[in-house]
């Protein structure tokens, strides 16, 4: 579906990232993965992931929360591939306070992180989309993308920025062969989150499977985490010529938790 596509995915040596980066390669694109292990730390998954799929698979370490450093990661990705046709911008980070407690650093590297550098990369992507006619951005965003928790004000603001930022760039390029679309995902198995079910469940001395219909998933009414899998499918999909009309949309995949 993908052959020949040179794919950039940030924050994907786990969890989301790295299960839509495995659903690209599959497909038969390069796939550039980043994270902020080293190299050699990243080389044991980059060379199974190239020997599963077939495909040419690099790593940079990149930190994204620097303006340089996600320009630098594209223009890596340029030099390793000879182009970037697919973005997935998935590198993100969380965390739970209320405003007037806060951290003011915490606020700065977050908006940094999950929305700067959705900026900085697609900056730096588009042109050489542009001068092909063709490109599928994706940013990760989250079901707080169109709702919004307490404690959660700075990631919220993060991820309704990141939905507009993907409309906007929709509808700069509508007419030049490239999609920009922000997924919007629920609670995701990930390993953070499975670390979550073990911390609440210590907290509140309850089993992991009630910590998780009435805490973690008390606002997903499906009570079924979405999987990562789900995620990379749906992506693949926004990638392939036939998401060709989906652009500048918020792709909800919630479990129901929007629906309310």
Known sequence: MLAGKRALVTGSTSGIGLAVARALAAAGAKVMLNGSRTAADAEPLRAALAAETGVDIGYTAANLALPAAARELVEATIAAFGGVDILVNNAGI?????????????????????????????????????????????NIASAHGVIASPFKAPYTASKHAVVGFSKAVALEVAEQGITCNALCPGY???????????????VHNMPEDRVIREVILAAQPTKQFVEADEVAAY????????????????????GGWTAR
């Open 188 to 202: 995701v198995r990930t390993p953070l989150i499975e670390k979550q079910v073990a911390d609440q469940a210590r």
């Open 94 to 138: 969380q965390h739970v306070a209320a405003v007037d407690a806060f951290p003011d650093e915490t606020w700065d590297q977050l908006l940094a992180l999950n929305l700067s550098s959705v900026f900085h990369t697609t900056k730096a992507a588009l042109p050489g989309m542009k001068e092909r006619g063709w490109g599928r951005i994706v």
């Open 235 to 254: 992506a693949l999909f926004l990638c392939s010529d036939a998401g060709r009309s989906v652009t500048g949309s918020a792709q909800l995949i919630d």
